[in-house]
């Protein structure tokens, strides 16, 4: 079964129900991940998203932050829902597509402005969240497993615009880079999209801050799709559709794609 697979930042699914429709539309995902929906499930728009092809949801919600949810046109159910840290946060979801994949979608901490976790509490919440998927991957190892989301790292030195400023800025410092690593090869994680765009700048967020983003193109690869190695090779197809960052009221990421052949 080939399938289509996206992952979004929407922050605010009801606020910007009308952009998530427009990807549907435009773009048509088999499967669409979204993050920070910023709503309890039961105020999230998925009667729309229902009459526009997306039947099938297995979501957390909370109100005003967080929430993650998984939108699919193929048969779904819910797979697994961990609450890391026991932050009560909703950040994790993972639903069972029909021909048996299991797509994990993760909202992972920002961890705060400042990279101390002596002196910021938020930093800490991020590597210890890290380190219990870490625990979690080594202990019930995933296979023909998908897992995407924001993951609020920029790993690589050509994932940031300039790698040497932003070594002290959160989402790129070498210890956020190294749980990150440590967590990826306990699942036996395979990054797809730089599978596919192996070269290259490449970013998902571009900050609100920044009068002209496009211009400026001051972004990072906070958003991720990976594929479990078993599954990996079936991945191609990559891009981020980097226009939707330009949409009228727009969220600060952009969606992330992969093409999926199993």
Request: glycine share 8%; with cysteine; net charge negative.
């Amino acid at each position: 079964m080939a399938f289509s697979l996206a992952t979004w930042n929407i922050n605010s699914v009801r606020l910007r129900e009308g952009l998530v429709l427009k990807l549907m539309t435009e773009e048509a995902p088999d499967v669409l991940c979204l993050q920070e929906c910023k709503s309890p499930v039961d105020k999230m728009p998925l009667d729309a998203f229902a009459a526009a092809g997306y039947a099938h949801v297995v979501a957390r919600g909370q109100k005003g932050y967080n929430g993650v949810a998984i939108l699919s046109k193929i048969p779904m159910e819910e797979a697994a829902a961990e609450d890391f840290v026991a932050l009560g946060h909703a950040r994790h979801i993972a639903g069972r597509l029909e021909n048996g994949v299991t797509v994990h979608n993760f909202y992972v901490p920002a961890g705060g402005d400042v990279a101390d976790r002596e002196v910021n509490e938020k930093f800490g919440q991020k590597l210890d969240y890290l380190t219990e998927m870490r625990d979690w991957f080594h202990t019930q190892k995933p296979e023909k497993s998908i897992l995407v989301g924001d993951l609020n790292i920029a790993p690589r030195e050509d994932d940031v615009w300039d790698h040497k400023k932003l070594l002290k800025v959160v989402s790129h410092t070498p210890i956020e880079v190294e749980h990150m690593a440590q967590t990826q090869d306990a699942g036996g994680w395979v990054d797809i999209t730089r599978q596919d765009i192996p070269e290259g700048k490449l970013f998902s967020w571009w900050s609100y801050r920044a009068a002209d983003w496009d211009a400026a193109d001051k972004g990072r690869r906070l958003d991720h799709v990976w594929a479990t190695s078993d599954i990996a090779a079936a991945g191609h197809d990559s891009r981020i559709v980097r226009g939707a960052r330009g949409w009228e009221k727009p969220s600060d990421h952009a969606p992330v794609f992969a093409q999926f052949d199993l």
